[in-house]
């Protein structure tokens, strides 16, 4: 077989290839953006920001607001307490990232960020909840979602799965 028809075989399936896979022309389209997320994902930078400025007490109380989870004091102070030992054990901040954002159904959203630091990165979950059955709510009302879980911790080998 010649070189040229070898190369024109090899193109030909991989357009059959990306074809078979939804990457005709057309399809590749960039998702569209949630209503929920980007006020949520306000609310979360903004704790990120402020536990980051050493202010972990007043963006704790401003995240959890009208949350179940701020009533849960012994918690909250444990969570507190391993967010204040964090330059302690990974050094100083450096920045932050989202690293996912997942809408489940119509009432939940999850984020992950990695937060970084000097020596040793940390990885930070949030869980927002809406209450179902509120149509007279709006999706991007962010006073609606509440946050339902707060933590961190260092397992990166999970952020592969």
Known sequence: MSTALL????????????????AA??????????????????????????????ETTSAY???????????????VKTLMDKTNELKSKYGEFRKFERIAARRVGDDLVMFKYLYKCEDFPVV???????TPSRSDVALTDSSAWRVI???LDTDLESLAW
């Not at 590749?28 to 050493?54: N, W």
């Not at 959890?64 to 012994?74: E, F, I, M, N, V």
């Not at 930070?124 to 909840?129: A, I, K, L, P």
């Open 124 to 130: 930070w979950y949030f869980t927002f909840y809406r």
């Open 149 to 151: 879980i707060v933590r």
């Open 25 to 54: 022309p057309g399809r590749c389209q960039p998702p569209k953006p949630d209503p929920a997320i980007d006020p949520l994902e306000t609310r979360v930078k903004a704790f990120l920001e402020g536990i980051s400025a050493g």
């Open 61 to 75: 109380n401003t995240l959890l607001r009208g949350s179940q989870l701020a009533k849960q004091t012994d918690a």
């Open 7 to 22: 190369r024109r075989a090899a193109a030909g399936c991989i357009v059959v290839v990306a074809w078979a896979l939804g």
